[in-house]
């Protein structure tokens, strides 16, 4: 089964953005969001103070066993453990408590401040659904990426129409859960431009391991020029070849669940992919982006990510799936 | 000789009931404290969310709780003996003595616990969010 | 107690020789394959810890399989589907069939010996609940070699697990193994309230007592408010998958939170459910191998109850990332930091026991667990605090630094306290002791590959992890840390391994030979046989060993009480709750075959109903209930018996009702559970309200029946009750047989299910659904409940007319008689409260 594995996608180079190495990509401790910069800080202090506990613990461990007679008759008392066991946590864990309930106000003041969310991110089983609103009230629809425009703080309107989902994207914030019947509001500000990675964090069932996103921040007059470019229809067949291919697409019946505006497939079950060629990963970042994995995909998706919810097709004649896989490249 | 329901026995099931009162004198207090101020803000949060009216004297009846529940608890451990001994009879024996320590601590715990939730009360939006 | 004191002793004369044998008569356990039949707390308890184990190792299997999947990215050893079940069953297996069970066990094992008590005051139960366990544990545990486990994680998430999304019985069975675990929870809760209150030794005051007893106390006590949440969610889940009643669909008025807010108020106090008695195991040991009484006993005592007490503030700790309000999140935050403080309060305490040592604090096997553990859970707690902060949690939440922490807490809180105890009280079950030098390697495997598993996951877990994944890609910075994990898991079943090796070995059914090897100060650690001590001593001490010369010479010569077996049957001394003085001695059954068939039975019975085999199970279902009447035939003997002596010139009756009687409080304790299942209720109701206000009636669903219905209900309640204040007269005198009383006490139960089905049938007729929403499904649901009380008490009532008919049931002989009246009446209660929220809140509020 080694040719199924399910492979990260290269970054495309194309792009032109600084990852800073892979490793980090998805760590909190590689903050690059106010929100997770926020809880880094507090991580790092409560973390400390924590530590410190510990070693006093472990100093009069020692002393019990080790310390000279007078030392033990001193540990040995009521009075260390009301001091110790008490008086000690309440100082420290009053300090505490006040500071993480401060950083969690802060949060909640910026949200207030972000005002109506912008991007809707739906949890599916087991994708990402994302609908920005542009400038003009369009809505943008795109899938398994979010591009954010750079020290914007951006509010996110989470939801989900199966299961329970949690939207994680460790350097931006800290999670929040998609649950049905709710809507929450994630607020999110990137402070530097480039690719991070999330996931869904509460487990959803079936693939749930194999639902990953990227977060691309661009400045902004890219953004806009994304944004722009992500609205608008898809290129229409250049080639005879990707004309070809958009039949195939046709004919096997793509459009009953995919869309690809401009054209007549209008299927809203699976992810659109209007501008599919243009995103950095396949299937929710499980594969790389380009014709073969296209084609692995078509073929082969319930190895790659098995129980997900697009049935395998493998009925093509020669050269038709590697047609429609250049097509589906091809948008751009 | 059968016993059935007389005024001894009742006796041991009603000092055992008045001595867990007395030893949980404090949780208990936390606990009605804790279960008023959640669900009376979950409630008047998700009835009318956003609203600036309500919130001020929600905040209000919220800080008047906590703080009627701390003083209640510390006026228990300040004459916690004389209610003791007017509650669950009993002497000074050792085994009293037991009871009165375990009693007066639960009662400072409770109020740290108490007094944190004021924490988050004084610290905190009253409603933010329009899910409860 | 002075010494001079001590002289004067119960029974100060040679005792007559063949009692002994009369009591060992007694007390046998029968031999060969009707061992089944055992009822003696020492020999179902063995069966009850060694089953529990059995689930450890199983699950630990279970661990390792997913640990080799995760060493690498991109591994292909496990796929995606088995690796989702594989986790599932680890977690459900380790927190329901283990650890749970595991401390069960060591309180039938271990409470009676350490208050001198013969046995639990109801063996059958205990063994009933240890029979249904165990088969239905197997059970569930097998799913996973035919694929059929659960895949839903063990905290088993609606929708996921609605049948839309979970098709199959895949889930069912998850709720089939939480449904043993559930039954024999509360027997245990029952057991332990009223073997800890009324079966103490004469003198031990509630501040006498071992902390291993106040830990089990308080741990009977939170299953009684902990349990009925989960057992009402769990039911309400059963029902939405088999019959569409929609209580978690968010498009018919459910909401999958309420799932949440009902397990998590039961799975927060699990934790310390578990971790509480396995604290007072830590609290009894420290001070034997310290040989100096445990510093700060009160202040433990403070830290058990407090920890036992905000343990129900937390649970929503676990719901930080679902979008609930900032105050309310702060809310519990601030209760999940009070719950530190107790804890600190118990390190220091062992701390500076250890350092009032005499000499130095010992090491053994036993003491090195107890080290392991304040270290790995010093650890744990700490991290506790910061998973606790609700940023951090929005970080850590559902990452692999929570994977880490529990295992900390669970582990470091519960599995190595249970190890510490194997090595310290083997011997009270096997006549060799466990090898110490062995016992250092098994330590040290565990310590060190415990640590070198799970600390590096922290890391895992900051660097973004996500928990319930089974696979990962390379180069997220994941790769290395999973591999420690891996290997330091390895390590840390290799430390297991040898330590079930070392107990194959060595372990040989039986009495010890040293009786008091560590030389520790209570109880357990007198001479005992099958029938426990010979006789039951008068403690004044919380360490009696230490501070009673001689006393372990004189229990055994049968100098204190109750030296013999003056019944002819099994029996122990009850005693008052708080001061501990003799009140009665209670006649306890015998081995016996009824409730093996009834655990049997039910086991047989859910099993059925969970592949949706309707009508054995039901067959099964009878069978349990005869085998239950069949068991409980047996019992309420009555006053047959003149009062004994039981030494000392105490004079006891040899029968009791009313409030001084077992059977009073157990039945207490059972309605006390029933009652916090009814809150669950009601809460639940009152919070689909507030989610979903527009399913309610009249605006969103069928006008309620005019109230006339309800008052109707309510004068039929009020009749039941006059009726049975009337049959509670009739009872005939002792020796007579007169069954118009316990006649009309059936009318009253008839009364009562008569209500239920009234409320059922306006509804309906309202042309209100179950299935229509969320309120129509409440509804019915309060009905449900009540019919199912109902059906206890008519069942009940039935019991008490035939035992009338027999001339079993009079004024003096009436613990049968007053248990069903002491049902009946809470069922009257929770069934007015039922008419006034169903009938009430909607016209209230609408």
């Known amino acids: 089964m080694s040719h199924s594995r399910p492979t990260t996608p290269m970054v495309p180079s194309l792009l032109g953005l600084a990852l800073g190495g892979c490793e980090g990509v998805q760590s909190a401790l590689s903050a690059s969001g106010d929100e997770a910069h926020d809880i880094r800080l507090l991580l790092w202090i409560a973390g400390a103070v924590c530590a410190a506990t510990l070693v006093l613990v472990l100093v009069f461990g020692i002393l019990a066993f080790n310390g000279s007679a007078r030392v033990r008759a001193w540990i040995a008392r009521d009075q260390l453990i009301v001091s110790g066991g008490l008086v000690l946590p309440v100082v420290v864990l009053s300090g505490l408590l006040a500071y993480a309930l401060l950083v969690l106000q802060a949060g909640a003041a910026r949200s207030a401040f972000a005002g109506e969310p912008s991007v809707t991110i739906i949890g599916k089983r087991w994708w990402w659904k994302v609908i920005y609103r542009d400038s003009e009230g369009r809505e943008v629809v795109s899938a398994n990426e979010l591009r954010l425009p750079l020290g914007q703080p951006i509010s996110l309107r989470l939801i989900t129409d199966d299961v329970i989902h949690s939207f994680w994207a460790p350097k931006l914030a800290g999670k929040l859960d998609m649950i049905p019947g709710r809507t929450n509001v994630l607020t999110v500000q990137s402070n530097e431009v480039g690719v991070s990675r999330g996931q869904c964090a509460e487990y959803c069932g079936g693939a749930h391991a194999l639902m990953a996103f990227y977060v691309v921040t661009l400045p902004e007059e890219e953004y806009q020029a994304w944004l722009a470019r992500e609205a608008s229809k898809a290129l229409p067949p250049a080639t005879e070849a990707e004309k070809r291919g958009h039949a195939v697409f046709v004919e096997s019946g793509c459009g009953a669940c995919h869309t690809i505006r401009g054209t007549e497939a209008r299927g809203t079950i699976g992810p659109d992919l209007t501008h599919v060629g243009s995103r950095m990963s396949l299937a929710a970042a499980t594969l790389p982006n380009d014709a073969n994995s296209f084609a692995r995909w078509i073929t082969d998706n319930q190895h790659i990510k098995p129980e997900n919810l697009m049935p395998p097709f493998r009925h093509f004649k020669a050269g038709e799936l590697d047609t429609l896989a250049n097509y589906l490249d091809s948008l751009k | ?132 | 107690m002075t010494a001079s004191s001590d002289r004067r002793l119960p029974n100060p004369t040679p005792r007559p020789d063949d009692e002994r044998d009369q009591l060992e008569r007694i007390w046998s356990t029968p031999k060969g394959w009707r061992i089944l039949s055992a009822v003696n707390n020492t020999a179902v308890g063995v069966a009850y810890i060694g089953g529990a184990f059995l689930f450890f190792l199983m699950a630990g299997v279970l661990a390792l399989v997913m640990r080799t999947q995760l060493s690498v990215p991109e591994n292909q050893f496990l796929d995606q589907d088995l690796y989702n079940q594989i986790f599932t069953v680890h977690g459900t297996t380790m927190m329901f069939l283990f650890a749970v069970p595991a401390i069960e066990a060591l309180g039938v094992l271990l409470l009676p010996q350490m208050l001198a008590a013969r046995d639990l005051p109801f063996p059958r139960l205990s063994a009933f609940a240890i029979w249904a366990y165990m088969i239905g544990g197997l059970v569930f545990f097998s799913t996973i070699f035919y694929d059929l486990a659960p895949k839903g994680g063990w905290f088993m998430y609606p929708p996921l697990t609605l049948t839309e999304y979970s098709p199959g019985h895949n889930a069912d069975f998850w709720l089939l193994g939480i449904g043993f675990i559930e039954i024999s929870a509360i027997a245990g809760a029952v057991e332990i309230v009223v073997g800890t209150l009324k079966t103490r030794p004469p003198g031990m005051s509630l501040a006498r007592m071992p902390i291993f007893a106040w830990s089990m106390l308080i741990f009977a006590g939170m299953i009684m408010f902990a349990f009925p949440a989960v057992i009402l969610a769990t039911m309400l889940l059963e029902i939405e998958r088999s019959f569409g009643w929609p209580f978690f669909t968010a498009a018919k008025g459910g909401d999958p939170l309420l799932w949440q807010h009902l397990f998590w108020f039961f799975g927060h106090p699990e934790v310390y459910i578990i971790f509480l008695p396995a604290a007072g195991l830590v609290s009894m040991i420290v001070p034997t191998m310290a040989r100096h009484r445990l510093v700060g006993y009160n202040l433990i005592v403070v830290a058990l109850i407090a920890t036992g007490f905000f343990s129900f503030g937390l649970w929503v700790h676990h719901m930080f990332t679902t979008g609930i309000p900032a105050l309310s999140l702060g809310f519990f935050s601030a209760a999940s930091m009070a719950v530190a403080i107790p804890s600190g309060i118990q390190v220091f305490s062992w701390i500076a026991t250890m350092a009032a040592a005499r000499e130095r604090f010992r090491i053994t096997t036993a003491s090195l667990f107890v080290l392991g553990f304040l270290f790995i859970f010093t650890i744990g707690g700490l991290t506790g605090v910061l998973v606790a902060l609700v940023p951090l949690d929005f970080q850590l939440h559902d990452s692999y630094f929570v994977v880490a922490h529990f295992h900390y807490v669970l582990v470091g809180g519960m599995v190595f306290p249970l190890f510490a105890t194997f090595y310290y009280w083997i011997t009270m079950v096997s006549r060799n002791q466990l090898s110490e030098r062995v016992g250092r390697w098994v330590f040290w495997l565990m310590f060190l590959g415990f640590n070198i598993a799970f600390l590096p996951m922290h890391w895992t877990g900051l660097s973004g992890m996500p928990r319930r994944i089974w696979t990962y890609p390379p180069s997220l910075g994941w790769d290395g840390l999973n591999m420690i994990s891996t290997v330091g898991a390895f390590i840390l079943a290799a430390g297991v391994l040898l330590f079930v090796v070392d107990l194959l070995r060595r372990f040989r059914p039986g009495q010890r030979e040293n009786e008091n090897p560590w030389g520790a100060g209570t109880l357990e650690w007198l001479p005992a046989d099958v029938y426990s001590t010979r006789s039951i001593p008068r403690v004044s001490s919380r360490e009696p060993l230490w501070d009673q010369p001689g006393l372990a010479e004189d229990v055994e010569a049968g100098h204190y009480y109750l030296p013999n077996a003056p019944t002819g049957g099994r029996e122990t001394i009850v005693t008052s709750p708080v001061e501990a003085e003799p009140e009665y001695i209670i006649r306890m059954p015998g081995n016996g075959w009824g409730h093996v068939w009834a655990a049997i039975f039910t086991a047989a019975c859910f099993l059925l109903l969970t592949v949706k085999v309707v009508v054995p199970a039901l067959i099964c279902a009878l069978l349990a209930i005869a085998s239950c009447i069949a068991w409980a035939w047996q019992l309420d003997h009555g006053p047959g018996k003149e009062p004994v002596e039981i030494g000392g010139g105490i004079k006891l009756p040899t029968y009791m009702s009313g409030p001084s009687s077992h059977s009073w409080w157990a039945m207490s304790v059972l309605i006390l559970v029933a009652a916090s299942l009814y809150v669950a209720f009601a809460f639940s109701y009152l919070y689909l309200w507030l989610v979903s206000p527009q399913v309610w009636a009249p605006h969103g669903s069928p006008p309620l029946p005019t109230p006339s219905w309800a008052i109707g209900t309510a004068l039929l309640l009020a009749l039941g009750t006059a009726i049975i204040v009337v049959a509670n007269r009739l009872l005939p005198a002792p020796g007579r047989r007169d069954i118009r009383g316990v006649l009309l006490l059936f009318l009253a139960a008839a009364c009562l299910a008569a209500a239920g089905l009234v409320e059922l049938f306006v509804h309906w007729n309202s042309g209100l659904r179950p299935t229509a929403n969320a309120y129509g499904a409440m509804v019915y649901m309060a009905s449900a409940l009540n019919l199912q009380v109902a059906f206890a008490v008519l069942i009940m009532a039935g019991f008490t007319v035939a035992r009338a008919f027999v001339g079993r049931v009079d004024r003096e002989r009436r613990v049968t008689f007053d248990n069903t009246l002491m049902l009946f009446v809470y069922g009257v209660a929770q069934t007015l409260l039922g008419l006034i929220l169903v009938h009430g809140f909607p016209r209230a509020v609408g």
Not at chain 2, 38 to 47: K, P, R, W
Not at chain 2, 74 to 87: K, M, N
Not at chain 2, 89 to 97: D, E, K, L, M, R
Request: contains cysteine.
């Open chain 2, 1 to 132: 000789m059968v016993h059935s329901g007389s005024p001894g026995q009742k006796q041991h099931v009603t000092s055992i009931v008045r001595l867990i009162a007395y030893l949980l004198a404090g949780p208990l207090i936390w606990a009605v404290q804790f279960s008023i101020v959640y669900a009376v803000h979950t409630l008047a949060c998700a009835i009318s969310p956003g609203e600036t009216a309500i919130g001020g004297w929600l905040l209000l009846f919220m800080v008047g709780v906590t703080a009627a529940s701390v003083a209640a608890a510390l006026a228990i451990l300040l004459c916690g003996r004389r209610i003791r001994r007017a509650v669950c009879g009993g002497s000074n024996a050792a085994g009293w003595t037991a009871y009165d320590i375990i009693s007066g601590f639960l009662i400072i715990l409770s109020v740290v616990a108490m007094s944190w939730s004021g924490v988050a009360i004084g610290l905190l939006e009253t409603c933010d969010q329009t899910q409860m």
